[in-house]
């Protein structure tokens, strides 16, 4: 809480730590004992800190308290792996506790809060803690810089309990003549945001191996950035525009602009605009200890495409290893990243990480004007620019490259023998209409103050608007020839390309955004499925996303209890894209796999496990068997050219219409 008050003033719930006298930072010192025990009468509970010698920062504290941070920028990487490290080592959580304390008021605020997330994540002994969100830590990454001057007025002038929620109006950052701004709803949706960010937090790409490397992780990462592109576009029809355009050319001018109107309450100052028609340009900020040119970017490039098209990779020590059928992928996502866990950091580089930092510094490629990075610098922050879905785009197509040189699923592969699905119904709370899903706009507060530094205590609420459905209910009617443990696999993809066309299979399987997935224990004879989507594998639940900011605090201890994966996940408010007034054409598909071929033996009891498509699970394998994104992930079979040719009988399609309301429903009177 209160990223930049010092240690000893009380947080979050009048909690004070009592640190020892050497622990305060040069300016506090000697003064320090006249301050401290001040704060400590305000405060309803006293921690008592242990003072122990804490290893020497070194390095770490190269990075101001008042500069931004990112993972994406190579020597920041080095020194959140440190400072990770340093938290990770200590014996136990006391030890744990005093060295946070004692570098918390002398560490890059951004950079105390990655490492410690991090740590928290990964330690055995706090396994159990709640780590905060992130938004609550710095709120200056998710709203409005406006709302924050009016924050502070009504928290200097208006007592606690009356305070109304300021309102952040849906759209602020741009108007309707910028075409690109018909997505704002989904680019700077809060809880998008807050998805990816936690994603990035526990596959980090640097740091001790044990951290990093994780069951599937390569694949994963492209998995669920695969999706992300497939939703953007889904959102893009939806609103009447094309497919996302990859960003191949790297010497043409980016006609996309974005002005993020974002403050840095931390550094105190602005997130830079990208203006429009910017090109690529070398970077040379030695500052950063950044040097590098669009040239590595496309050596880079070229030589994962090599190592693509002749199926195998060149290790460091120059052997090479084949890009295998169902472990490539995973490779390729480590390399292409890059993390740690790439074959040769040396010669395949490191493209995706450098193309944000490319991107996110070109209005200040040499540091002339002293300016910091943009939007696309930070994981919390980069889904609000428009240029990071062209750049993912084309990440996206290098490992599409890859999946299209793959073996196609015969029909054997895709087939559940005696399995039949019969019959697909939606349901949507409030319509008799079968098979309509409905959206709206719908507002929410959520309380600031506990990233608002040095204001009057008390919460300060803002009120956004966003993107919701109606709850809704799957049933699925099945034959099955003998008792049978199954997947059922749940996609949507919208009918018609963005001329109206019927699709091709091959370009409609990538347009495929995943709905759920869940077991099923069939009976012999007939079944009837039903799925609620606020049960899906592929979200959070709202509550979820926002924890202890939202008005309606999960109060069990089962539901503040293991925060940590359960963080991570697709914000149930954009389950289902938008669709429009008219009402958008989409196929709903069903498929009911066979488990043999599914099954992950492992006992997941008790871990958090309810967004594992895109999040895994915490500590144990990917719980499917099968490919990411199975069985669209792959060109179709031999004769297949149309969705309906592509089914077997243990698939169904079932025309769906995406209906969106044009009202905006005030918190607690949603539909
Ligand atoms: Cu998630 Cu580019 O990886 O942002």
């Known amino acids: 809480d209160r990223p930049k008050e010092p240690v000893f003033m009380p947080k979050g719930d009048n909690v004070v730590f009592s640190i020892p006298e050497s622990f305060l930072p040069d300016k506090y010192k000697g003064l320090g004992l006249l301050v401290m025990p001040r704060f400590g009468n305000e405060a309803k509970e006293e921690i008592g800190i242990r003072e122990i010698s804490v290893p020497p920062l070194g390095d770490i504290l190269d990075l101001k308290r008042d500069e931004n941070f990112s993972l994406f920028i190579p020597k920041h990487r080095r020194i959140a792996a440190k400072l990770t490290s340093i938290f990770l080592g200590v014996r136990n959580v006391d030890d744990l506790l005093a060295t946070a304390a004692y570098a918390r008021d002398r560490v890059n605020p951004y950079l105390f809060n990655y490492a410690l997330s991090v740590a928290i994540l990964h330690r055995q002994d706090t396994n159990d803690l709640d780590i905060p969100s992130i938004i609550r830590t710095f709120p200056d990454k998710y709203v409005d810089s406006k709302v924050f001057g009016r924050a502070r007025e009504d928290a200097n002038v208006i007592p606690d309990g009356y305070r109304q ?51 599937r992780r390569g694949e994963l990462f492209y998995y669920m950035h695969q999706q992300v592109i497939a939703r953007y576009n889904f959102e893009r029809l939806c609103n009447g525009m094309q497919r996302v355009e990859r960003f191949v050319d790297w010497d043409s001018e980016i006609k996309e602009a974005y002005f993020p109107k974002l403050d840095s309450l931390v550094s105190s100052r602005a997130w830079p605009a990208r203006v429009k028609n910017q090109k690529l340009q070398n970077l040379k900020r030695d500052a950063d200890g950044i040097n590098v040119d669009v040239d590595d970017l496309k050596r880079w490039r070229d030589r994962i495409f090599d190592a693509i098209h002749s199926g195998r990779v060149q290790n460091q020590d120059g052997t090479f290893t084949a890009l295998t059928e169902n472990g490539g992928i995973d490779v390729l996502g480590n390399m292409v990243e890059a993390s ?57 197509d290098l490992f599409q490259e890859y999946k299209s040189a793959l073996p196609r699923y015969p029909v054997a592969q895709l087939n559940n023998p005696g399995v039949t699905v019969k019959n697909i119904e939606i349901k949507t709370q409030g319509s008799n209409q079968s098979n309509l899903l409905q959206t709206f706009w719908q507002q929410s507060d959520v309380d600031l103050s506990r ?27 099945v034959q099955s020839d003998g008792a049978r443990e199954g997947t059922c696999r749940i996609f949507l993809a919208p009918k018609f390309d963005e001329r109206g066309n019927p699709w091709l299979f091959r370009d409609q399987r990538l347009m495929f955004i995943e709905l759920d997935k869940f077991q099923v224990n069939l009976k012999q004879g007939q079944n009837t499925i039903t799925r609620n989507s606020g049960d899906s594998s592929v979200t959070i639940p709202f509550e979820r996303t926002y924890r202890d900011l939202s008005t309606s605090r999960p109060q069990s201890g089962e539901a503040l209890a293991k925060f940590n994966f359960c963080g991570c996940g697709w914000p149930d408010n954009l389950l289902i894209p938008k669709g429009n007034a008219a009402g958008f054409a989409c196929q709903l598909f069903v498929m009911i796999s066979n488990m043999a071929d599914d099954k992950v033996n492992q006992n997941i009891a008790g871990q958090c496990s309810d967004a594992l498509s895109y999040c895994g699970i915490k500590d144990k394998l990917y719980p499917d068997r099968r490919s990411m994104g199975y069985p669209f992930d792959r060109m179709p079979r031999d004769g297949v050219e149309t969705l309906q040719q592509f089914l077997t009988p243990n698939m169904r399609v079932q025309d769906v219409n995406l209906l969106f309301e044009n009202k905006t429903y005030k918190p607690k009177s949603a539909p």
């Open 165 to 215: 929620p300021i309102e952040i109006p849906k759209d602020y950052t741009a108007s309707d003549l910028e075409e690109e701004h018909r997505l704002f709803y989904f680019r700077e949706d809060i809880g998008l945001n807050l998805h990816h960010w936690h994603w990035h937090l526990v596959y980090p790409f640097e740091g001790d191996k044990s951290v990093v490397d994780k069951n």
């Open 451 to 477: 990233g608002m530094d040095f204001q009057p205590r008390g919460s300060v609420f803002v009120r956004f608007t966003h993107l919701q459905h109606r709850p809704f209910t799957y049933t699925v009617q």
């Open 340 to 396: 740690i866990l790439s074959p040769n950091r040396e010669l395949y580089g490191d493209l995706h990480n450098m193309g944000h930092v490319l991107l996110s510094y070109i209005h200040d490629p040499d540091h002339r004007h002293l300016e910091s990075f943009g939007v696309i610098g930070d994981s919390a922050t980069a889904m609000r620019d428009p240029i990071f879905y062209r750049w993912h785009a084309f990440i996206d």
